[in-house]
């Protein structure tokens, strides 16, 4: 179990690195490997930390593509 000291904080993406996923969302929901790690490379953070897309709402992707639109 890990305790305080050892938990990471939660990363909230600034409003380009959302961008970046909302667009690389776009192309594909489901990116393998190496676009994941080229993600990352772009996003400047660690590859697991690009799972935030997978954590939306259906409703907030559908807010995210209506404002990638306008």
């Not at 192309?27 to 993600?39: C, G, M, Q, T, Y």
């Not at 992707?61 to 639109?69: E, H, P």
């Amino acid at each position: 179990m890990m305790g305080l000291a050892q938990r990471r904080s939660r990363w909230a993406p600034t409003d380009m690195q959302r961008m970046i996923l909302e667009a690389s969302y776009k192309v594909s929901a489901f990116p393998d490997l190496e676009a994941r790690v080229h993600l990352a490379h772009q996003l400047r953070v660690e590859v697991r930390q690009r799972t935030y897309l997978q954590q939306l709402k259906p409703s907030q992707m559908l807010k995210a593509a209506d404002y990638l639109q306008a």
